[in-house]
């Protein structure tokens, strides 16, 4: 199946209380399913194309609205066990990417400090070289030049990613807890002789 079969867009149901809902357009249940996973059902991965599509969908709708996921199923009956399965792989891929993530923003806050320090020691080295040396060479020179812009850069670098890097981590943090309280459904047109 294309990738662009499975999407079926995201509808803004009531306009009152701005509840989203994300479509998926699948044939089989089987199709929701990472076809590369070996493992049994009950621990297969939910397929990569979906788990970016749900990224993407919840990435460009904003955090106040409330989200649903609805599951239209096209090629098979309602089957309560896949049902389960689905929720159950759905939920399994999300806490492993938010233990990805958390351990990622941690790195980053430890990354941060260590910047943070490695700036502050070498501005007061270069700092402390400079009153001590008033008589410069030009080799003292360069070196004094090269500590300062050295403890610059190490400062740039740790706001950058207080900024920039931690503020996308945790965007996608609460993402992943968004797609964890989604009501999940699924709908059926499944029509006998079609395969």
């Known amino acids: ?12 149901i009531n306009k009152r209380t701005l509840h989203y809902i994300i479509n998926l357009k699948i044939h089989k ?15 297969r ?3 990569k194309n979906i788990q970016s599509y749900l990224k993407d969908s919840f990435a460009n709708i904003p955090s106040k609205n409330s989200t649903g996921i609805s599951f239209h199923i096209t090629g098979e009956k ?14 399994r891929c999300c806490l492993r990417r938010l233990k990805f993530k958390r351990s990622e923003l941690k790195s980053s806050n430890i990354d941060t400090v260590i910047y943070v320090l490695t700036s502050v020691l ?13 008589k410069k060479s030009v080799l ?24 920039f890097k ?3 981590i945790n965007s996608e943090i609460q993402e992943i807890h968004r797609i964890l309280s989604s009501n999940v459904s699924f709908t059926y047109e499944f029509i006998t002789g079609k395969h």
């Open 166 to 168: 931690s503020k996308d």
């Open 1 to 12: 199946m294309r990738v662009e079969d499975y999407f079926d867009g995201v509808d803004n």
């Open 122 to 134: 070498l501005l007061s080295v270069g700092f402390d070289l400079e009153t001590v040396f008033i």
């Open 45 to 47: 991965s939910i397929n």
């Open 29 to 43: 249940y089987s199709d929701i399913f990472d076809n590369l996973d070996d493992s049994p059902l009950k621990l």
């Open 78 to 91: 309602k089957n309560k066990v896949m049902e389960e399965s689905i929720m159950h792989a759905l939920q």
């Open 140 to 163: 003292l020179s360069t070196v004094l030049e090269g500590v300062n812009i050295g403890g610059w850069i190490f400062l740039w670098e740790a706001i950058s990613m207080l900024l």
